[in-house]
């Protein structure tokens, strides 16, 4: 009896276990198998369109506009049908879903928690292949989206530390870049990443426009590089023993102490730093150095590589990781942050020892601050600094990873090809259920409320921002496949540069023009007196004139004050856009009643290249900038003056209330103000500032002031002053809060505690909900190539190359920016790089000619494609290896 | 321990022998003397906190290095910053760097900074977390700390006091039946209890909520909540089943063992076997005869009980998302918040403290043996 009651509680127990381990096959029995396919989709993901930026450049070709034709036909499958789309298939505003519920969901349950129906999308990006393999045994559907990037970062001082006496092999260039060849990068992404992510030589993203734009200098470099541990342990034995170090029983030693290499290992983050920096560790250890790996958390580790000095001898090699958050669309800074003195860190004592020539470096930063003619010149310079790195090698980059967002099949959602679903400002434009309207739809994050919210200078991290997005709206939003600005609520826009800047453009909504020079009117807005509370123009800080290098100009729509509504229901205003003005100076000055010193800093240097701004016409609004900012893209230098404060937007008289508790010494919009004055940092959502603005919006609507009245006057009238308090003294009354933006959904339900809130959709929003769903699936190009297996040297040989989208059709050649082909050599040496010949929409021919073919060695050759298109920033490559005989 | 039923009878006697002013002062001495010592204890550990906390000043130099490290990594993607030249691109990050260590106060020496922790601590003044916000977004220490008391104490609430009063109402009913197959089958399980809460959290989790989908995976509430005071409160109520729940099972089986085993060794004592032979009623021998010498001890075991509900139940509560006070703690930690570290410390800390003091004096009510102040025990 006594056993069988023992036996019944042990079955009882084990049942428990399997069925509940039963729950969860995705995460063990995943099919590795599959992940080939899905690499090569990854890979062939990254895409392009800077070609043709390249082939628009100049002025003169502007003038002629023979691009224009291009541009419109490039726009037509997503651009052109904006206008339509907008309200044609359906009557509804605002969002498709009712309400968005979001809660805190760990994202080792997030998978489970979405086949178990408790959650319809987990917008966070996961990064382990583990995780990827569970969302897709579970058939969910998912994003893919930029991840870290990682490498190893090398001390290079020495060869003797000052600190310790001890010696550092990688003071030696030779050493450090022979660290590229004992590091097998396949082998990592396949073991580490499950083959997900991307192997990399350089500081540049894999999946970012300029790797395709130069690939024939990256493949020289991968070739060049290419592992062979053996030639690296040779050059590093070679320079210990020129450094006095010798080999004794297998093992380096110098001055009779082995020569310990000092590893910091991350032991946080996605975990997969550790394999990384045990595999490098093994392989070093197979040169007969001593590794000493200390695994260390980022707050550990910090003060040692970035905080501490090189020269102390604390460290040798650091498991290094960077984010890749937004389609870099002019990747030429990266060489200059990551690997010279001239880096934001550029004050570390580690970058400080980055010592290279002097034309490298100047070459570093040309490329790092736009300071070249033309494309073409760029293009050299980008050329010659990915191969000179190498013979620096302060870094040895391994791979570039993903991140991945996972969702019910039921739902569907935009997202950035690099900053995924939360990191995007379009989903809430297009996250619904297929083929429903309406419906609440369940979203997991990893925390809310994390910092006091308040548009100023309030919480900033992601998982607050994701939320703050949805509620807000935008002058331009950023093309989530390309990375370029895109109209929302302006109309179009003038770019005028100055004369021989490498700007150019690729969407028409903007008009590119360029003068010899742009002159500041002297009645331009140029600064801000704090006393006078009035605006400083050009004439007055500038008698004798100022001059830019670029001007734009925005349009807002003829109708935009009567169909624009903050949400208590207040219509906007010139005093939004013209309180957006002063409260760029005026936090930042002394003498200001919210004057915030953490803010003047960053005002002051927000404020240098600035030039002025002039409102042309009020209704409808057409305002000018004026500065000396630039970039590449046309479309990004567009200064729309929308309300948005760098946290999120607000309506002048919310800002009013804000700034009346900052004046009064009862809140603070920063952090570092809040500390210092003693006072709550501002929360327009929860705690204890809602009873404070509560009281002084009481004192507001009783005393309907009107801020900044010597300019703002001009704008506001009493009246208007009484009726904007009255609707957010409303909107409080039924919200419990105070942030009335005016996006397309509502900050409806507050839970702080309970760490939930609830958006609900604004039905007064001006656009139609299927404005932007043309953009929910990115138009991701497949490449492939197909011909003869077989080569004869000295004989011309023919090869088809097919261009696709992800469903299999023919990729239109008006979205096709180039395709490229790469031909290497038996012995992995590039032979020749040309573009393909297209034939029709899909299909191009790679003609290989007699010259060329006679060139081949015999042996195992590869031509390889890379495909950059106009609608999506990532490139597609593939490959395709035959013999020649 | 043996005591005799006679000597149950008689602290009322001997307390009417003794002078109410010398009592009186005896009392007022070791309290005095008991103040000051656990209040040194309390200083010590809060001290001991604050250094712990903070690696002895080592965390200064990993904020420093944290500050540089995000400020370029922001200064990074700041396209403005970019296009100053290199020597305003310096001075602006030096000026960002030393404001910040400003406001951190590392501009000032460690062992100043930790004595005013100390300070401010003994003296309760919370004062400002130096990271971290309150779930409404206050950097008040204080509200970071109650806004999660209320959900800390309703889950390690609900499963202490559940667990407490159940372990000991069945420990007390298996003392009486040594050796029966109940008591064999709780013996039997106590092992389950080396396995912590989170794990069977997380069975619980796999089968409640992934398998059979009638409870949720964690949180406090649905989302969106219940909009109605009574299904907010059911609501919550559904969210609380399977933390509590795994809370007390993991400790259960080992505590009914142990609470059994404790009854047992009263129950066998000779007064209650002469009071069973009396023909006292089960009831009465339980309550008179066992409960009541194990009073100070069941005290004690509850007071610690309370006072440990403040530290709420890291993994637990990280495991189902249950916005408690322990994940303030991990949190803190993680930040190297000291602020928000030496404020649970030291509160916890005045707690255990002012438990220990109202014991001794519990003591002496409940245990005619124990007198304040005196040299030993009485027999």
């Not at chain 1, 006679?854 to 050759?861: N, Q, R």
Request: hydrophobic share 45%; net charge negative; with cysteine.
């Amino acid at each position: 009896m006594k056993k069988s009651i023992y036996l019944i509680i042990s079955l009882v127990l084990v049942l428990t276990m399997v069925l509940a381990a039963c729950t969860t096959p995705a995460e063990t029995e995943t099919p590795v198998v599959e992940e080939p396919v899905e690499e090569e989709v990854v890979e062939e993901e990254p895409v392009e369109e800077e070609e043709v930026v390249e082939e628009e450049p100049t002025e003169e070709v502007v003038e002629e506009e023979p691009t224009e034709e291009v541009v419109e036909e490039e726009m037509g499958p997503m651009l052109a049908s904006v206008p339509t789309a907008n309200g044609t298939t359906t009557t509804r505003k605002g969002t498709w879903v009712d309400e968005v519920a979001f809660s805190i969901v760990d994202s080792d349950s997030a998978i489970t928690q979405i086949q178990a129906g408790a959650l319809d999308i987990y917008p966070v990006g996961m990064s382990t292949v583990d995780q990827f393999n569970a969302i897709k045994a579970a058939g969910l559907e998912n994003s893919f989206g930029g991840g870290l990037y990682y490498e190893i970062t090398i001390n290079p001082v020495g060869p003797i530390f000052e600190g310790t006496g001890k010696l550092n092999p990688f003071a030696s260039a030779k050493a450090r870049e022979a660290l590229n060849w004992i590091i097998d990068r396949d082998y990592i992404n396949q073991e580490v990443y499950g083959g997900i992510a991307t192997p990399k030589f350089t500081p540049i993203h894999t999946s970012l426009p300029d790797y395709s734009k130069y690939i024939e200098t990256f493949r020289e470099v991968e070739a060049k590089y290419a592992y062979d541990f053996d030639k690296g342990a040779a050059v590093i034995e070679e320079e210990l023993a020129a450094m006095g170090a010798e080999k004794v029983d297998g093992k380096w030693t110098y001055e009779g102490e082995p020569v310990v290499i000092i590893f910091l290992i991350r032991n946080d983050s996605d975990g997969t730093r550790i394999p990384i920096g045990d595999y490098v560790s093994n392989q070093l250890e197979l040169i007969g150095l001593t590794v000493d790996r200390q695994y260390k958390t980022s707050a550990e580790a910090s003060p040692l590589w970035v905080g501490g000095n090189p020269a102390d001898g604390l460290w040798h090699l650091y498991t290094g990781a960077w984010s890749a958050t937004a389609i870099d669309r002019d990747a030429g800074d990266d060489l200059q942050f990551f690997e010279t003195p001239s880096s934001a860190y550029g004050s570390t004592a580690l970058w400080q020892s980055y010592a290279a020539d002097a034309d490298y470096l100047q070459m570093a930063d040309d490329l790092a601050n736009v300071n070249y003619t033309d494309m073409e010149q760029r293009a050299e310079m980008f050329k010659r600094s990915i191969v000179e790195r190498f013979e620096y090698s302060y870094r040895v980059w391994i791979v570039d990873g993903k991140s991945f967002a996972a969702w019910d099949p039921k739902v569907s959602v935009a997202y950035d090809l690099m900053a995924g679903v939360d990191g995007s400002a379009f989903w809430p434009y297009t996250l619904r259920f297929d083929g429903q309207e309406g419906g609440v739809m369940r979203f997991g994050t990893n925390a809310v409320f994390n910092d006091p919210i308040n548009a100023v200078a309030g919480s900033n991290w992601a998982f607050d921002q994701s939320w703050i997005r949805a509620i807000g709206d935008y002058g331009v939003v950023t093309n989530p496949f390309t990375g370029i600005a895109m109209p929302q609520r302006i109309e179009k826009a003038d770019v005028v540069v100055q004369t021989g800047l490498p700007v150019t453009q690729t969407y028409d909504w903007v008009n590119l023009t360029f003068e010899d020079t742009i002159t500041v009117p002297e009645d331009a807005w140029v600064d801000w007196d704090v006393e006078s509370q009035t605006f400083i123009t050009a004439a007055e800080k500038w008698p004798e004139g100022a001059t830019a290098l670029r001007k734009s100009v925005v349009y807002y729509p003829a109708d935009f004050f009567q169909t624009v509504t903050w949400h208590d229901g207040s219509p906007f205003d010139m005093a939004d856009f013209v309180m957006g003005m002063i409260m760029t100076f005026e936090p930042g000055y002394e003498g200001s009643a919210i004057y915030d010193e953490a803010a003047a800093a960053t005002i002051q240097s927000a404020l240098a290249p600035f030039k002025g701004w002039k409102i042309l016409s009020e209704d409808p609004l057409i305002v000018e900038t004026y500065s000396d900012f630039w970039g590449l893209d046309a479309e990004n230098i567009v200064n729309t003056l929308w309300p948005e404060y760098g946290y999120g937007n607000a309506s002048w008289h919310l800002i009013a209330l804000s700034n009346m508790a900052d004046a009064k010494g009862e809140l603070a919009y920063s952090a570092d103000k809040a500390d210092a004055s003693g006072v709550e940092w501002l929360s327009w959502a929860s705690g204890p500032s809602i009873e404070i603005l509560a009281a002084d919006l009481a004192e507001l609507i009783a005393n309907p002031t009107i801020p900044y009245e010597a300019t703002l006057g001009a704008y506001i009238t009493p009246e208007e002053a009484a009726a904007r308090y009255a609707n957010l003294q409303a909107f409080y009354e039924e919200y419990g809060h105070f942030y009335a933006n005016c996006g397309p959904l509502i900050l409806s339900e507050v839970y702080p505690v309970e760490q939930t809130l609830v958006l609900k959709n604004n039905d007064n929003y001006v656009d139609f909900a299927d404005k932007w769903s043309l953009f929910t699936e990115p138009k991701v190009a497949v490449a492939e190539i197909d011909g003869a297996g077989r080569v004869t040297i000295g004989e011309a040989a023919t090869f088809d190359v097919f261009v696709s989208t992800e469903d299999g059709d023919a990729y239109p050649q008006n979205e096709v920016s180039f395709v490229k082909y790469l031909l290497f050599n038996a012995d992995g040496s590039l032979l020749e790089v040309a573009e393909a010949t297209f034939v029709e929409d899909g299909y191009y021919t790679i003609e290989l000619s007699e010259e060329t073919t006679g060139k081949l060695a015999s042996g195992a050759c590869k031509l390889e494609v890379a495909v950059s298109v106009i609608p999506v920033a990532l490139p597609a490559f593939a490959a395709f290896e035959f013999v020649a005989e | 321990m043996s005591v005799d039923s006679q000597a149950l009878q008689q602290p009322v006697e001997v307390k009417k022998e003794s002078r109410r002013e010398s009592a009186f002062s005896r009392i007022a001495k070791y309290s005095g003397g008991r103040i000051v010592s656990l209040f040194i204890t309390v200083v010590i550990g809060v001290y001991l906190t604050i250094l712990i906390a903070n690696m002895g000043g080592y965390v200064d130099q990993i904020r420093k290095g944290q500050i540089r490290d995000n400020l370029y990594a922001r200064l990074g993607n700041d396209q403005t910053y970019k296009q100053l030249p290199e020597s305003e691109k310096k001075t602006y990050a030096d000026a960002l760097i030393e404001l910040e260590e400003k406001r951190l106060g590392l501009d000032q020496p460690f062992i100043l900074r930790s004595l005013r922790f100390l300070w401010d601590a003994l003296s309760m003044n919370l004062g400002r977390a130096q990271f971290m916000s309150s779930d409404t977004g206050s950097r008040q220490v204080r509200l970071i700390i109650t806004e999660r008391l209320g959900t800390t104490l309703l889950l390690m609430g609900t499963a202490n006091l559940f667990l407490f009063f159940s372990s000991i109402l069945i420990a007390l009913g298996l003392s009486r039946s040594y050796g029966s197959f109940l008591d064999r089958f709780f013996i039997a399980l106590s092992p389950t209890s080396a396995m912590p809460a989170w794990f069977y959290g997380i069975f619980l989790i796999l089968i409640f909520a992934a398998v059979l989908k009638i409870l949720p995976f964690g949180g406090m509430i649905d989302s969106p909540p219940p909009k109605t005071t009574i299904g907010y409160a059911l609501n919550v109520l559904k969210h609380l089943i399977l933390p509590a729940s795994s809370l007390f099972i993991s400790s259960f089986f080992s505590s009914v063992y142990n609470w059994r085993t404790f009854f047992l060794i009263f129950s066998s004592e000779d007064y209650v076997e002469m009071a069973k032979a009396k023909g006292l009623t089960d009831q009465m021998v339980q309550r008179r005869y066992i409960l009541r010498p194990t009073l100070p001890t069941i005290i004690t075991s509850f007071s610690l009980l309370l006072i440990g509900m403040w530290t709420g139940a890291i993994i637990t509560e990280t495991v189902f998302t249950w916005p408690g006070l322990g994940q303030v703690t991990y949190q803190a930690i993680g930040f190297n918040d000291t602020a928000v570290i030496v404020g649970t410390t030291i509160i916890f800390a005045y707690l255990l403290a002012l438990t220990v003091f109202l014991l001794d004096f519990f003591y002496a009510l409940v245990d005619p043996r124990v007198k304040l102040g005196g040299s030993q025990q009485r027999s």
